[in-house]
């Protein structure tokens, strides 16, 4: 006796029970929630130590800056250290003509009504680099939520007037694939880099960009035989 092998589902509808595949997507427009500046603390001198010390305490100042904003700012990390040296570009030997330090930092602010000041301030520190600001949301954002949310509901929607174009009515979800959803706002900056070392500037006026928030869905559905 041979054992009857189970019906594979087929990837199609039938005639009975005929299925709707659709696309829902949604793009939202929002405020930014956080806001990124990168900060580039540089010495040089013909001595190594004194390269050193010199990057030392340019480095605490601009730390010590920004650490007095307090809660404005979220995260505060340092990055990318160097500490080479440069040689004469002439003659035999490898002769070192002076010493070049470097310390790159990145602060994240939740706060944009001092992000005009501290740019400023930062940019008034002697061989200071200031690039930013780069605007984003947070990856748990409600946006994200939200836009997936609508994403479903166009989805159901467009099978339903699918459905209704036939005369049928929806009677069961099969799938629903997410394709993500996620800022499609490209962060560019608001501002271009301050060189430091000249007289202090009037503090920036900086308005935040507005972010893309997009989120796609697939969904399949059945429904009753259509009235044709």
């Known amino acids: 006796m041979t054992a009857s092998t189970p019906a594979t589902p087929l990837p199609y509808g039938t005639p009975d029970t005929p299925r709707v595949s659709v696309r829902g997507e949604a793009r939202l427009e ?15 001198n013909t001595d190594r ?30 990055g990318l250290i160097t500490v080479a040296p440069q040689f004469a570009d002439k003659g035999r030997h490898e002769r070192v003509r002076s010493y ?29 680099q200031i690039t930013g600001p780069w ?7 409600p946006a994200h939520r939200e836009a997936r949310r609508l994403a479903v509901q166009e989805a159901v929607q467009r099978a339903r007037e699918y459905a209704d174009a036939l005369g049928a009515r ?25 060189g430091a070392g000249a007289a202090a500037e009037p503090e920036l006026d900086l308005e935040p960009q507005r ?13 009753t035989p259509p009235q044709l």
Request: hydrophobic share 40%; proline share 3%; aromatic share 6%.
């Open 211 to 223: 972010q893309t928030v997009h989120a796609q869905v697939n969904a399949r559905f059945t429904m």
């Open 170 to 194: 929806l009677t069961a979800l099969l799938e629903l694939a997410d394709d993500g959803a996620e800022n499609t706002g490209y962060p560019r900056m608001a501002r271009g880099g301050y």
């Open 135 to 141: 605007w984003s949301l947070r990856p748990d954002s």
């Open 49 to 78: 130590t004194t390269t050193l010390d010199e990057l030392t305490r340019r480095n605490t100042r601009a730390l010590d800056l920004v650490k007095s904003y307090g809660d404005a700012v979220e995260r505060l990390e340092t």
């Open 100 to 128: 070049h330090g470097s310390v790159h930092l990145t602060a994240t602010l939740n706060d944009f009504t001092v992000l005009g000041e501290l740019t400023t301030r930062l940019a008034d520190l002697p061989l200071t």
């Open 30 to 44: 929002v405020d930014p929630e956080i806001a990124h500046i990168n900060i580039a603390v540089t010495a040089r």
